[in-house]
Nanobody, 127 residues
Framework: QVQLVESGGGSVQAGGSLTLSCAASGASNRDNLCMGWFRQAPGKEREGVAFIYMRDRSTLYVDSWKGRLTISLDNGKNTAYLKIHSLEVEDTAMYYC???????????????????WGQGTQVTVSS
């Protein structure tokens, strides 16, 4: 059973940046783990954001983010970080850290691959 503890959400102005953190514990085979984030805004469907493979730090970014993301990993702390640049009002949402086993040595952006979810952290962007 993997536990995820998130931090780093908050309120920011449009154009600013924010870094979310997610600390994982309890993974039996940490190297084969993918970590990442989904988000869900009120009245909208949940969507993938970015993912990282702990074994080789390969990353997967969802195309719609247009290069505004940096996901990284501190293996020693079992912690993933997501930095969002050039925040837009439309980025206002609850952001959820996720973890799941890699498949074929890769991570995917479908939520079915992620059985472990953090408590969520709110990001609010004002104009």
């Amino acid at each position: 059973q993997v536990q995820l503890v998130e931090s780093g959400g908050g309120s920011v102005q449009a154009g600013g940046s924010l870094t979310l953190s997610c600390a994982a514990s309890g993974a039996s085979n940490r190297d084969n783990l993918c970590m990442g984030w989904f988000r869900q805004a009120p009245g909208k469907e949940r969507e993938g954001v970015a993912f990282i493979y702990m074994r080789d730090r390969s990353t997967l970014y969802v195309d719609s983010w247009k290069g505004r993301l940096t996901i990284s990993l501190d293996n020693g702390k079992n912690t993933a970080y997501l930095k969002i640049h050039s925040l837009e009002v439309e980025d206002t949402a609850m952001y959820y850290c996720v973890a799941g086993r890699a498949s074929g040595g890769a991570c995917y952006q479908t939520d079915l691959y992620y059985p472990y979810w953090g408590q969520g952290t709110q990001v609010t962007v004002s104009s």
